[in-house]
């Protein structure tokens, strides 16, 4: 696929200029023009991409690119991008403890299994209230973080109950390894609408080559058992699935898939590439940059595979980025558009310190504490202006990058946990948007029927 940069222009005669911009151009009908600035596109047919790159497009179209960012009239309202403090998302770690040993898991289980106090889950519960009721926020979504937070199963629940009781409408999302889910836990789940990710890494022998239970067991059969708990409880298919990929994986991405998609019926998953770590003890999981660069373009090929065979399989993280690239919208509320850590998300630790993520294990980066008296958007406020956290993330290749919109240096956690500092940027997002974003492109353009199932019917091109 040919990418050519269209530089700013003035069109004769008209007020408005076209801004710089990415054509992706291929041998199909349709060509995508992409505005980095904005994260704006539209699919173009092979006369209106002749008017972009001959300077000079029609009236009809000239009023998409005004609509889209791509052209801006003086005077007029531009689009906007900035992204407000408004958490509306919150993760509570638990526990600390876990009854599987998994061989990528970078938290020193051995040494803690501490798990909330009745007080502090009160004292959270109340702080998170309180900040949803003050800014009209009727829908708490909550993470249940560990350890395996099903460990906490009643004090999650208490927490459900407790969220209920201040007249909000609490959504829960858990991932869970699902040796713990009985059936009746999974009949509770169910009957309060909690959502229980399972975490599956492949087919039987690959699963249990690095995930086994805390004896040293293999623990497929339990977690086999734990979903289809899940599954006859009345959630179906429709629960998530979280893999790993190590090194071990690496090498049957296809069969990975082909078993979800085929043997286990799966529709969605997020295959997440294990996180490099110096806390991880086995070095040899992670993947090299080829090998990151190679698995996302063997997902996007079997993904495409399956759907054309009927398997209306998808990857969460695709379908993320696609929704970026056609829709903009916010789905993701992680990293859409950067960083949504201490924007959009908070997390909490077991005494009630305040993170901007998931780095509960880092003490020093916390913003605050449920104790502090303080409401939590002038905290974060604070915060924004003092910690390293919210610093930009910046390389010299970010400039001019195609994909800074929505990627802005990548995940800050993911920087932190590698480096021990946050500096520089997340080599291991930045290679996969590289990678993905310009895969999917050429997705867009020759296979647009395939994205309705690839999207779970979000987006659909007629
Ligand atoms: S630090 Fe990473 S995981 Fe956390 S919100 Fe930011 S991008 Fe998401
Ligand atoms: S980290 Fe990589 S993909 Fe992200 S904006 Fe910078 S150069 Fe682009």
Same mark, same amino acid.
């Given at each position: 696929m040919e990418s050519v940069k269209i530089s700013p222009y003035t069109i004769p005669g008209e007020m408005a200029e076209m801004k710089a911009c990415s054509l992706f151009m291929n041998s199909g009908k349709h060509h995508f023009l992409f505005n980095p600035e904005f994260g704006t596109s539209i699919l173009l047919d092979g006369v209106h991409t002749d008017q972009i790159l001959s300077g000079a497009p029609g009236d009809d179209l000239q009023f998409k690119l005004i609509q889209r960012g791509f052209m801006e009239v003086p005077g007029s309202n531009s689009c906007i991008s900035g992204e407000s403090i408004m958490p509306s998302f919150f993760i509570i770690d638990l526990t600390q403890a876990c009854n599987f040993r998994c061989a990528y898991c970078f938290r020193h289980l051995n040494q803690k299994s501490t798990t909330i106090s009745d007080h502090n889950l009160e004292a959270i519960v109340g702080y998170i209230s309180d900040h949803c009721l003050r800014n009209n926020l009727t829908d708490v979504n909550v993470q249940p973080w560990g350890g395996e937070p099903l460990l906490a199963w009643k004090k999650i629940i208490r927490m459900h109950d407790l969220f209920l009781e201040k007249g909000l409408r609490p959504i829960f999302v858990i991932e869970s390894n699902a040796g713990l889910i009985t059936k009746e836990i999974a009949a509770e789940a169910f009957s309060r609408d909690i959502r229980i990710g399972v975490s599956i890494d492949g087919p039987p022998d690959l699963h249990n080559s690095q995930r086994k239970l805390a004896s040293g067991r293999p623990s497929f059969e339990k977690m086999y058992e734990g979903m289809q708990n899940l599954r006859n409880a009345g959630f179906g298919q429709r629960h998530g699935v979280i893999t790993v990929l190590t090194r071990n994986g690496y090498p049957y991405v296809e069969e990975i898939l082909e078993y979800f998609a085929?043997?286990?019926?799966?529709?969605r998953l997020r295959l997440n590439v294990v996180k490099d770590s110096p806390?991880?003890?086995?070095?040899?999981l992670c993947l090299t940059e080829d090998e990151i660069t190679d698995f996302n373009l063997r997902l996007v090929k079997k993904l495409i595979e399956l759907n054309r065979r009927g398997y209306p399989i998808t990857e969460i993280n695709v379908m993320d980025k696609l929704n970026n690239l056609l829709?903009?919208?916010?789905?993701?509320?992680?990293?859409?558009? !950067?960083?949504? !850590? !201490?924007k959009k998300m908070v997390a909490f630790d077991q005494d009630g310190r305040i993170f901007p993520c998931d780095i509960t294990d880092y003490k020093e980066e916390a913003v605050g504490s449920v104790f502090d008296g303080k409401n939590l958007i002038e905290m974060l406020e604070q915060a924004h202006l003092?910690?390293?956290?919210?610093r930009p993330k910046q390389d010299p290749?970010?400039? !001019?990058?195609?994909?800074a919109f929505f990627c802005k240096g990548g995940c800050t956690n993911a920087i932190l946990y590698k480096k021990g500092e946050i500096s520089g940027i997340d080599r291991q997002e930045c290679i996969t948007n590289k990678t993905l974003y310009p895969a999917l492109i050429q997705m867009i353009i020759h296979e647009p029927e395939i994205l309705k199932t690839m999207t779970k019917n979000q987006i659909e091109i007629v």
């Open positions: 085929v043997e286990l019926s799966i529709d806390m991880m003890k086995d070095k040899n829709t903009r919208k916010r789905v993701n509320i992680c990293n859409s558009r !950067g960083c949504m !850590g !201490g003092q910690n390293q956290f919210f290749d970010c400039s !001019g990058c195609d994909w």
